[in-house]
């Protein structure tokens, strides 16, 4: 079927249920897509349009030079594309909601007829973009300005590296939204698959000087001088794709999850050669690769699994790995693997999964939790017994595309597969790490907050990384020069556009590595390692560096307050904070009473928020034990959930940062952030909504609060207690409940008000 049938096909479904009117109106009556036969179709998206209403919903960030229905080679400034594609676009001309909306079949079938409507030859495409082009392929999304390279106007958005998130149910595509969905309606604790779209495009090298890609947090200077790989035609089946050649894209996919093996590599007496079966390499049941189907031309579709993580079996039997004394190894009851810093400022080398989960002990067949232990650490510590090992549905490889007919053409070089992660679930699936990591280093921060003090680490992107994909991956097709892999990038060369006009951020997980999590220390989604034994060779992304299995891993993020606050949830107010965290930074972005189970039943964790109980007189504050919660049982039992942390925006994100940050000044005498944060638990923090003592707090102090209020309790912790063990249950610990206050405070207001335990009435504090 030729490219303007199917548009056709599309537009003749699509014209009865509002589209037919709002694309007259977008062009004053100029564009009617309800044509009779796809040549006359053809004719009318060529036709020039004149101005474009760029006041309707959705087409406020259209191209401002867009003037046709479908320009060639150009799909931002393709009216019928942008209307397809954007998530904005949703309504009417009347303002209703549209009563149907495009496929992802629909909108590709747009998309390749905007690169097919008028050919090129291929002569010409290399020719245009110096002499060398490339067969590349990208992970890509159609996009609202502010989310875009340069955020000059809605457009195609690429990465060289695709982000698959692995999941518990099958995938669910939201048409609103033009994009998935994590949540699963019907199953609180399940975690929807979010698949990866690619495709393959004829690419030139472009430096950085001349180059649309997305800045990191502070920039970087050597990127004017890098090479990033700049889609300039979309490869498609047929004849309409390049003048004269009939192409057909083969495609074909790899992915590995080698964290087992990298585990016993990692131990001192390591059999030589490593084992290479399963489970310890796991090549088969992580992710399909997609054809042609309802996810579009290619997608990488992870497997559903049953569970995100799984006791490790062979033949019926459990795999074990044996724990080794280790001092090590008690501070977070977890076997630590050895990893190396290069250089003070840059990424640690994890060469073997940093963390391993240690906690089950295996004897005589028989499973033995060791969270039972009133002292776990010391016993992972003190090492001498097999521990299980777990297997979670991570993993990572590559997308290639091979054209048969373009293979030996002059002006080609090698093609260039696509780097792809399969990785764990984004628990903040509505905040994305850009718009953090841009407000991290913006003036939008009150001044005594700013340099650190919010958190110890930058939340960088993925997308900021300057490395190669891994290199070390079996058969690896990965070029070592190329460390803008997972960078951001748009169509054409770089200028300096007018400012767009705003447009909202759609609710949909992203699959490009902007909203991803940078490495440190080792990351979420990527971490790194390097090439040489010596560790002389070239540092790389790879996703074996992280915890094995990943949950061992999530706990730590999240006990750190929040390195990567778009996919780590704070738990500081959940577990007793001074049993097991390093680099204490208290409570940064903290989650509400119902998000972690103290008001309602469902913990993002699987872990109670903290409760006062009263004992011989005394209140105390009960909560769990760091050292003895285990998130990888919890996975295992599927317990985590994200029904209410996936309602969590960027932007009510940093309204809780800076709420917190506000709390715990106040708490300081409005004296420094840092080391107050550590003494203070807060207790208990919830939207004031509807709280009907805000009215009263606020006649009480003379001020009336603006911007969204939160109520926060807080209690004091002091500089290093530990508290004590619940009788005959250590996973719970018990604080001494000591000067208690309430406070309401916003991000918008720098004051608050405040009642200690002392006071019969609120006063205001004045902010920083």
Same mark, same amino acid.
């Given at each position: 079927?030729?490219?303007?049938?199917?548009?056709?096909?599309?537009?003749?479904?699509?014209?009865?249920?509002?589209?037919?009117?709002?694309?007259?109106?977008?062009?004053?009556?100029?564009?009617?897509?309800?044509?009779?036969?796809?040549?006359?179709?053809?004719?009318?998206?060529?036709?020039?349009?004149?101005?474009?209403?760029?006041?309707?919903?959705?087409?406020?960030?259209?191209?401002?030079?867009?003037?046709?229905?479908?320009?060639?080679?150009?799909?931002?400034?393709?009216?019928?594309?942008?209307?397809?594609?954007?998530?904005?676009?949703?309504?009417?001309?009347?303002?209703?909601?549209?009563?149907?909306?495009?496929?992802?079949?629909?909108?590709?079938?747009?998309?390749?007829?905007?690169?097919?409507?008028?050919?090129?030859?291929?002569?010409?495409?290399?020719?245009?973009?110096?002499?060398?082009?490339?067969?590349?392929?990208?992970?890509?999304?159609?996009?609202?300005?502010?989310?875009?390279?340069?955020?000059?106007?809605?457009?195609?958005?690429?990465?060289?590296?695709?982000?698959?998130?692995?999941?518990?149910?099958?995938?669910?595509?939201?048409?609103?939204?033009?994009?998935?969905?994590?949540?699963?309606?019907?199953?609180?604790?399940?975690?929807?698959?979010?698949?990866?779209?690619?495709?393959?495009?004829?690419?030139?090298?472009?430096?950085?000087?001349?180059?649309?890609?997305?800045?990191?947090?502070?920039?970087?200077?050597?990127?004017?001088?890098?090479?990033?790989?700049?889609?300039?035609?979309?490869?498609?089946?047929?004849?309409?794709?390049?003048?004269?050649?009939?192409?057909?894209?083969?495609?074909?996919?790899?992915?590995?999850?080698?964290?087992?093996?990298?585990?016993?590599?990692?131990?001192?007496?390591?059999?030589?050669?490593?084992?290479?079966?399963?489970?310890?390499?796991?090549?088969?049941?992580?992710?399909?690769?997609?054809?042609?189907?309802?996810?579009?031309?290619?997608?990488?579709?992870?497997?559903?699994?049953?569970?995100?993580?799984?006791?490790?079996?062979?033949?019926?039997?459990?795999?074990?790995?044996?724990?080794?004394?280790?001092?090590?190894?008690?501070?977070?009851?977890?076997?630590?693997?050895?990893?190396?810093?290069?250089?003070?400022?840059?990424?640690?080398?994890?060469?073997?999964?940093?963390?391993?989960?240690?906690?089950?002990?295996?004897?005589?067949?028989?499973?033995?939790?060791?969270?039972?232990?009133?002292?776990?650490?010391?016993?992972?510590?003190?090492?001498?017994?097999?521990?299980?090992?777990?297997?979670?549905?991570?993993?990572?490889?590559?997308?290639?595309?091979?054209?048969?007919?373009?293979?030996?053409?002059?002006?080609?070089?090698?093609?260039?597969?696509?780097?792809?992660?399969?990785?764990?679930?984004?628990?903040?699936?509505?905040?994305?790490?850009?718009?953090?990591?841009?407000?991290?280093?913006?003036?939008?921060?009150?001044?005594?907050?700013?340099?650190?003090?919010?958190?110890?680490?930058?939340?960088?992107?993925?997308?900021?990384?300057?490395?190669?994909?891994?290199?070390?991956?079996? $058969? =690896? /097709? *990965?070029?070592?020069?190329?460390?803008?892999? %997972? &960078?951001?990038?748009?169509?054409?060369? #770089?200028? @300096? +556009?007018?400012?767009?006009?705003?447009?909202?951020?759609?609710?949909?997980?992203?699959?490009?590595?902007?909203?991803?999590?940078?490495?440190?220390?080792?990351?979420?989604?990527?971490?790194?390692?390097?090439?040489?034994?010596?560790?002389?060779?070239?540092?790389?992304?790879?996703?074996?560096?992280? $915890? =094995? /299995? *990943?949950?061992?891993?999530?706990?730590?993020? %999240? &006990?750190?307050?929040?390195?990567?606050? #778009?996919? @780590? +949830?704070?738990?500081?107010?959940?577990?007793?904070?001074?049993?097991?965290?390093?680099?204490?930074?208290?409570?940064?972005?903290?989650?509400?009473?119902?998000?972690?189970?103290?008001?309602?039943?469902?913990?993002?964790?699987?872990?109670?928020?903290?409760?006062?109980?009263?004992?011989?007189?005394?209140?105390?504050?009960?909560?769990?034990?760091?050292?003895?919660?285990?998130?990888?049982?919890?996975?295992?039992?599927?317990?985590?959930?994200?029904?209410?942390?996936?309602?969590?925006?960027?932007?009510?994100?940093?309204?809780?940062?800076?709420?917190?940050?506000?709390?715990?000044?106040?708490?300081?005498?409005?004296?420094?952030?840092?080391?107050?944060?550590?003494?203070?638990?807060?207790?208990?923090?919830?939207?004031?909504?509807?709280?009907?003592?805000?009215?009263?707090?606020?006649?009480?102090?003379?001020?009336?609060?603006?911007?969204?209020?939160?109520?926060?309790?807080?209690?004091?912790?002091?500089?290093?207690?530990?508290?004590?063990?619940?009788?005959?249950?250590?996973?719970?610990?018990?604080?001494?409940?000591?000067?208690?206050?309430?406070?309401?405070?916003?991000?918008?207001?720098?004051?608050?008000?405040?009642?200690?335990?002392?006071?019969?009435?609120?006063?205001?504090?004045?902010?920083?």
């Amino acid at each position: 079927m030729a490219l303007i049938d199917e548009v056709h096909a599309a537009c003749t479904r699509l014209a009865p249920f509002g589209w037919r009117d709002l694309l007259l109106a977008a062009t004053g009556g100029k564009l009617d897509i309800l044509q009779p036969t796809p040549a006359a179709l053809n004719a009318a998206l060529q036709a020039p349009l004149g101005p474009i209403t760029r006041s309707l919903t959705g087409f406020e960030d259209f191209h401002l030079t867009g003037d046709r229905g479908i320009v060639p080679g150009v799909p931002a400034r393709s009216l019928l594309y942008h209307a397809f594609a954007s998530p904005n676009v949703v309504r009417g001309a009347d303002g209703m909601l549209l009563a149907a909306l495009p496929t992802v079949v629909e909108i590709e079938a747009v998309e390749n007829l905007v690169f097919g409507i008028a050919p090129p030859k291929l002569a010409s495409l290399v020719k245009a973009n110096g002499g060398t082009l490339a067969i590349a392929v990208f992970a890509i999304e159609y996009r609202p300005a502010p989310d875009c390279a340069d955020g000059a106007n809605a457009d195609l958005t690429f990465s060289r590296t695709g982000i698959a998130r692995v999941g518990t149910a099958r995938p669910r595509y939201l048409p609103a939204a033009r994009g998935y969905w994590p949540e699963d309606e019907n199953n609180a604790h399940a975690f929807r698959v979010i698949p990866a779209r690619f495709t393959a495009w004829l690419a030139a090298p472009v430096r950085g000087s001349r180059a649309r890609y997305m800045r990191g947090l502070d920039g970087d200077a050597g990127d004017t001088s890098r090479i990033f790989w700049i889609p300039v035609h979309k490869l498609f089946d047929g004849k309409e794709c390049l003048n004269g050649l009939d192409l057909n894209l083969e495609a074909a996919a790899r992915f590995f999850n080698i964290k087992l093996q990298r585990v016993i590599a990692s131990l001192p007496d390591a059999p030589t050669p490593l084992p290479s079966g399963f489970p310890f390499v796991v090549t088969d049941g992580l992710a399909e690769l997609v054809e042609d189907s309802e996810f579009g031309g290619i997608a990488v579709v992870p497997v559903v699994q049953k569970a995100l993580v799984v006791p490790a079996m062979l033949n019926g039997a459990p795999v074990t790995y044996p724990v080794l004394a280790r001092a090590n190894n008690k501070r977070f009851a977890t076997y630590e693997t050895p990893f190396v810093n290069l250089s003070p400022t840059g990424p640690e080398i994890h060469r073997f999964p940093a963390y391993v989960h240690a906690r089950t002990k295996v004897e005589n067949g028989a499973f033995i939790d060791l969270n039972n232990e009133q002292d776990v650490g010391a016993e992972v510590a003190k090492g001498g017994y097999n521990a299980l090992l777990y297997r979670d549905m991570t993993g990572e490889g590559w997308v290639s595309v091979d054209v048969p007919a373009l293979a030996g053409l002059p002006g080609l070089a090698t093609s260039r597969p696509a780097y792809c992660l399969l990785s764990a679930p984004d628990l903040f699936p509505s905040c994305g790490q850009r718009e953090l990591s841009r407000w991290a280093g913006s003036q939008d921060i009150p001044g005594p907050f700013r340099n650190g003090q919010l958190w110890g680490v930058p939340p960088r992107a993925l997308s900021d990384s300057r490395l190669p994909a891994n290199l070390q991956l079996p $058969g =690896s /097709p *990965f070029d070592p020069a190329e460390d803008t892999i %997972a &960078a951001v990038v748009g169509m054409g060369a #770089a200028g @300096s +556009p007018p400012p767009a006009a705003r447009a909202f951020d759609p609710v949909r997980a992203s699959i490009l590595p902007d909203d991803a999590a940078g490495v440190f220390a080792p990351g979420w989604d990527a971490s790194v390692d390097i090439l040489g034994p010596d560790r002389t060779g070239t540092p790389h992304l790879a996703a074996y560096g992280l $915890g =094995s /299995p *990943f949950p061992e891993d999530a706990k730590l993020c %999240a &006990a750190l307050s929040s390195f990567w606050p #778009a996919v @780590s +949830p704070d738990v500081y107010r959940t577990m007793s904070p001074h049993t097991g965290n390093v680099a204490l930074r208290g409570t940064v972005a903290p989650l509400t009473d119902a998000e972690i189970g103290q008001d309602g039943t469902l913990p993002w964790d699987g872990v109670r928020g903290p409760r006062v109980v009263r004992d011989n007189g005394q209140d105390f504050v009960e909560m769990a034990s760091f050292a003895h919660v285990d998130y990888v049982q919890n996975a295992e039992q599927n317990r985590f959930s994200i029904r209410l942390t996936s309602r969590v925006t960027a932007e009510e994100y940093k309204r809780r940062v800076l709420t917190a940050a506000r709390v715990h000044w106040v708490l300081s005498g409005g004296v420094d952030v840092w080391p107050t944060r550590t003494e203070w638990l807060l207790l208990s923090f919830t939207h004031a909504t509807g709280d009907k003592e805000l009215q009263k707090a606020q006649q009480q102090a003379g001020h009336v609060i603006f911007g969204d209020v939160y109520r926060v309790e807080a209690c004091f912790l002091g500089p290093a207690a530990s508290g004590t063990a619940v009788p005959g249950n250590p996973r719970l610990r018990r604080l001494p409940l000591l000067r208690r206050n309430l406070i309401y405070a916003s991000a918008q207001d720098p004051s608050a008000l405040r009642r200690s335990e002392n006071d019969l009435e609120f006063a205001r504090v004045p902010g920083e």
